[in-house]
């Protein structure tokens, strides 16, 4: 159903910030240019020990709110919800540049009343090293070149949801910390009926750079909050038969065949590296959990 008021809704920014002084000018500066002004910009710095709060003081129009601690990525995106003066609240991470017209794009799909969130297509702008292409490759965050109503979730680094429903189902997981939050939140909002737009034409740049040891941790964090694995906590067997029947079967076997039908031939080399650390995580994990330390 498409709501009556045809005047555009007002709209919050707030960026999530922690120890991403190199990235952060970019960022800002790209929000402070879009072509549909933000009524609203707020940059959460979560405990950052960098230069993040000192940036974001040097740009009129941005309101600093600072966590002592860092609490991570879920508790600064709850601090946003709740501190922000309008309903509808955009967020970009820290370490992405929007297109000039990323916030326009995002508002003019919001007049349909069972919308709760849109997302827009984050693009890899650094691919300089082989960690690099693999996560461009295998760990993108988007959902394709075309609108897509209902994907499975909505990625946390480029979007915009509704405040209310947010707030209503409790916020973020804020025990999810830095991985899954976004995941958690659109499978809670998709339970209560409300519906979400892919747009793709709302796009945004992703500064990141990864290492072969941070890639590899960030696709182990995905694959566990994304499947819930070890919600319960890691068990020796379960471990073991995750070695066997999913790293080897999917996270390994299904990326080496995509890339050898490519010809990709560095990253089915990279494959194996996965097929090597993904079960060691698993154990290192179990041998966290059993000596009582946080994972």
């Known amino acids: 159903m498409i709501s009556s008021d045809s ?13 991403v002084a ?26 950052s020990r960098d230069a993040c709060a000192e940036i974001a003081s040097k740009y009129p129009g941005v309101t600093l709110i600072r966590h002592e601690i860092n609490k991570g990525l879920a508790a600064a995106r709850n601090t946003a919800m709740r501190a922000a003066r309008n309903q509808w609240i955009a967020s970009l991470d820290a370490d992405c540049v929007p297109a000039p017209d990323w916030l326009a794009q995002l508002t003019e799909r919001l007049r349909d009343s069972s919308v709760v969130g849109v997302g827009g297509m984050l693009t890899e702008g650094v691919q300089g090293t082989l960690a690099d292409r693999w996560r461009a490759v295998h760990m993108p965050q988007h959902w394709g070149d075309a609108e897509i109503l209902n994907p499975r979730f909505l990625f946390g680094c480029n979007n915009v949801l509704r405040k209310s429903a947010v707030l209503a189902i409790g916020g973020y997981d804020e025990s999810m910390r830095t991985n899954g939050e976004d995941v958690d939140l659109s499978l809670r909002l998709r339970e209560k009926g409300w519906n979400f737009l892919y747009l793709p034409s709302a796009r945004a740049t992703h500064l990141r750079y990864d290492t072969t040891c941070s890639v590899l941790e960030t696709s182990w964090r995905w694959w566990r909050t994304g499947v819930n694995a070890y919600a319960g906590g890691a068990r020796l067997r379960s471990v073991l038969g995750h070695a066997i029947q999913v790293h080897f079967r999917y996270n390994f076997m299904e990326r080496f065949l995509v890339d050898l039908r490519a010809r990709r031939w560095s990253l089915a080399a990279f494959d194996f590296l996965v097929l090597a650390y993904f079960p060691w995580r698993d154990f290192r994990l179990w041998r966290e959990q059993k000596r009582g330390l946080r994972p």
Request: proline fraction near 10%.
């Open 22 to 47: 190199e990235f952060l000018p970019r960022c800002l500066e790209g929000v402070l240019a879009q072509t549909r002004p933000a009524d609203e910009i707020l940059l959460i710095d979560d405990g």
């Open 7 to 19: 005047s555009l809704p007002k709209i919050t920014v707030y960026v999530p910030a922690y120890n």
